[in-house]
């Protein structure tokens, strides 16, 4: 089945008593036994639940995975993986990961004795050269947030591989629909679902998807006992959402590509950062495991004063943490969503106080790109 199709039927059925075509949102915390011990498979809403079953199946089809599970956001998702592993263990991270990520697991999860090495995970000898006899996990986002490096899911699963380590790619800024990691070979898919996969910016939510039974039940295992469950309400609202990911997609890529055309001639811009361009230092390498380059775009415009005017004079993006919904924001990463990364880290990856991150709705392109055009006259 192709993707548009199974967006809209994976994981759900006519409802049984009604026939209703839309799985309702079973607004339940437990079920009736009809007798001592015979359930019909739901005992406990923490546990299970038929609005967020549809929607674990939905996703894991859309990811080419066979188990999915939902968690209450993208960073309870990061936790449970996290707590598959053990003090002692040795974990390599991409060096320019979301803030959120690298705050959990530098200020909480390190307390615990598990031991992280972050690397620039493009980089494949770099990687070899990081790995240890207690290495047993790989965790990297690609393209990165906001500098959208690539790393070769392909290369970097056979490595694991060769080695009985696990690995775990953060496909929240591609959305299924433009990546696939497991198809590389990667053990583990983690969204952010707030972002592109459900898209209007009004649920935060997370999930896991993997194809190896193993995995799938210590995670189902994590995600009963910690706890960190999305209501059916956000289920249902995700699950609706994940109706028009394709198209929304498109969309976000149409846009995105249009303004990086406009913006490559333009001077007050210093660096132009979208893996969709021919002068990203990895553009053949994302057209090989990407089927799109998404609606994210990083602008360098020099200094911290450039970076705060042109912000402040966008009218149609309006300033936000968060991304990938169908309105366009824009963010200043040093001073919203990486001001927990230290600044000589900040440096080392080019996470300069002159960088501008776009999220491209999918509104008008040509209303969209006036409105950037406007912003850079104050500069
Ligand atoms: C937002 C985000 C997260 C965290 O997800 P929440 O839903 O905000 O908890 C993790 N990874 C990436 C790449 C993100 O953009």
Redesign the pocket.
């Known amino acids: 089945m192709k993707f548009a199709t199974k967006q809209i039927h994976a994981g759900q059925h006519p409802e049984e008593t009604t026939g209703a075509v839309i799985t309702p949102i079973f607004q339940t915390s437990t079920y009736s036994n009809e007798k001592l011990g015979e359930s019909k498979g739901y005992d406990y809403g923490r546990t299970i639940n038929p609005t967020r079953v549809a929607l674990e199946n939905n996703l894991a089809a859309l990811e080419n995975g066979k188990y999915g599970f939902c968690f209450s956001?993208?960073?309870?998702a990061?936790q449970a993986i996290i707590t598959l592993f053990k003090p002692g263990d040795h974990i390599i991270c991409t060096n320019n990961v979301?803030g959120?990520?690298y705050r959990l697991f530098e200020l909480i999860i390190k307390n615990y004795g598990l031991e992280f090495s972050y690397i620039d995970t493009s980089d494949l000898e770099e990687l070899k050269k990081s790995i240890k006899p207690n290495t047993k996990f790989i965790y990297v986002?690609t393209p990165t947030?906001p500098m959208l490096n690539i790393t070769d899911m392909k290369k970097l699963s056979e490595l694991a591989k060769s080695k009985n380590i696990l690995t775990c790619v953060?496909n929240?800024?591609m959305s299924p629909y433009f990546q696939n990691p497991l198809d590389f070979g990667i053990d583990i898919v983690n969204h952010?679902?707030?972002?592109y996969i459900n898209g209007h910016s009004d649920v935060?939510?997370?999930c896991l998807v993997t194809n190896d039974e193993k995995i799938a039940e210590r995670i189902k295992f994590l995600q009963n006992s910690i706890g960190a469950v999305p209501s059916p309400f956000d289920c249902w609202l995700i699950l609706r959402s994940t109706k028009t990911l394709a198209q929304r997609m498109k969309a976000h890529n149409e846009n995105a590509m249009a303004i990086c055309e406009v913006l490559s001639n333009e001077k007050k811009i210093q660096k132009l950062f979208y893996p969709g361009l021919e002068t990203h230092p990895q553009y053949e390498l994302a057209k090989s495991q990407m089927r799109g380059f998404g609606g994210i775009i990083s602008l360098e415009l020099g200094s911290f004063d450039r970076a705060v005017n042109f912000c402040n004079a966008l009218k149609l993006f309006q300033i936000a943490e968060?991304?990938g919904g169908v309105e366009s924001l824009v963010c200043h990463p040093v001073s919203m969503t990486h001001g927990v990364v230290p600044k000589n880290i900040r440096e080392e990856i080019g996470l300069t106080d002159g960088l501008v991150r776009l999220s491209v709705g999918i509104e008008d392109k040509d209303d969209l790109i006036e409105d950037i055009k406007n912003a850079l006259k104050v500069l």
């Not at 952010?192 to 972002?195: A, E, F, G, R």
Request: proline residues 0%; without cysteine.
């Open positions: 956001s993208g960073m309870a990061i979301y959120g990520t986002e947030n953060d929240t800024f952010s679902s707030t972002k935060i939510g997370g968060s991304l």
